[in-house]
């Protein structure tokens, strides 16, 4: 009779008024499974329950509903949840993870959010890179190398099995402002027009070739008066106008720097009439003498004291720029270089060695120097050449 349920040795079978067969049964994990269809005779719902039996006697049983789930197709994952989820979870430092934040929502969503990442094609990827301002070109390489990236990422978890950013160098870019560092007597200008408060800051990125960053992170413990040494340990950023506070750019970051004799004493000056008594004061405050000085506090200082050394086109951050280059033009070896500055590779050390202002002429002096101790005078050579040949 039509919807009566037969109860078998596995299972139960039930011949539904449309005369189809339903077949059910209570799994090793005690619910009851419908098998995902009706069937025309009852063999075929018996035949079916014989495969589940045999599934959970060879241990190999999954839930119907899954099986059927896993032969679905799955959804093909578009650019822009990908890429976004992609930065969150990559545990980036709160500047970067900005930075990265800025290039995607405006350079690669708005060309990339609703595509699936297997039909962005080269192609594709070349017209954007066309269409993109040609003035940023550092920009560019950053947004391109980000995309690049991320495209690897996709790969690895098999989202795609190829990466459509195929053109050569486009990561890459040559800076197209040569850093000029301040010579001497540029750098004593300046310090001497910046305000007292102000004055150590530039010092010890010249100095020292700090970061602005670090600088401004500076507390009374990280000053060893004794031994002339600054301690790095963490450096400030700005994310959305707030500071946060977090270790150097790299694990090399974290160092001690030693501080040149004939600037010790403007830094002592500095700890006793400006900085709180307590270990963790802050070396240069802001106007509340508790939280950060933001950098654009100290633009309008200092734009007033480059201009007076005319040097309107130096940057805050060329003077750490000016301070590898004294202390190569010392003799410092790269490795030496590189453990000052707080960088992790040799390469990266390279970038700040430029050659200072009226060195080159030096060097040119010293090599005719060199030369005239070797070479006769013109006199003598004109005397030997009137010598009758023997």
């Known amino acids: 009779m039509a919807g009566r349920a037969a109860r078998r040795g596995f299972g139960y079978l039930r011949k539904l008024p449309s005369g189809r067969w339903q077949a059910t049964y209570v799994g090793p994990d005690l619910v009851r499974h419908n098998a995902p269809t009706t069937f025309d005779t009852k063999g075929d719902a018996e035949a079916w329950l014989g495969k589940e039996k045999w599934l959970i006697t060879m241990d190999q049983w999954v839930s119907p509903a899954e099986r059927l789930a896993a032969l679905r197709p799955k959804p093909k994952p578009t650019f822009g949840p990908y890429a976004t989820s992609w930065v969150q979870r990559r545990g980036l430092k709160p500047k970067t993870m900005e930075g990265y934040e800025h290039l995607l929502a405006k350079y690669l969503l708005p060309a990339f959010a609703e595509t699936e990442l297997t039909n962005i094609t080269p192609a594709g990827v070349r017209d954007w890179w066309d269409g993109l301002d040609r003035t940023t070109p550092t920009v560019n390489a950053r947004a391109y190398a980000l995309l690049k990236t991320i495209f690897n990422s996709a790969i690895a978890d098999d989202f795609t099995t190829t990466n459509p950013c195929r053109i050569r160098g486009a990561s890459t870019t040559q800076r197209l402002r040569d850093v000029r560092p301040a010579s001497v007597a540029e750098l004593e200008i300046i310090l001497a027009t910046l305000p007292e408060s102000r004055r150590v ?146 390469n990266a050390a390279l970038r700040y060695q430029h050659a200072a202002q009226g060195r080159d002429a030096e060097i040119a002096a010293a090599l005719s120097a060199m030369a005239a101790a070797q070479i006769p005078a013109p006199a003598t050579i004109r005397e030997s050449s009137r010598r009758p040949r023997l």
């Open 201 to 346: 800051v530039a010092a010890l990125c010249a100095w020292c070739a700090l970061r602005i960053g670090e600088v401004l992170e500076l507390r009374r413990k990280d000053v060893d008066v004794a031994q002339r040494i600054v301690k790095v340990r963490r450096a400030v950023s700005w994310v959305h106008g707030k500071s946060i506070v977090g270790t150097p750019k790299s694990a090399a970051g974290i160092r001690a720097v030693s501080v040149p004799p004939h600037v010790m004493p403007m830094i002592e000056e500095h700890l006793s009439e400006r900085v709180g008594a307590r270990a963790d004061a802050l070396l240069f405050p802001a106007a509340d003498g508790v939280s950060h000085l933001q950098p654009s506090v100290f633009r309008e200082p200092w734009v007033k004291a480059r201009a007076a050394a005319g040097r309107s086109d130096l940057r805050v951050h060329d003077l750490r720029h000016t301070g590898a280059t004294m202390a190569a033009m010392t003799g410092a070896t790269l490795a030496e270089l590189q453990e000052r500055l707080g960088h992790s590779s040799v």
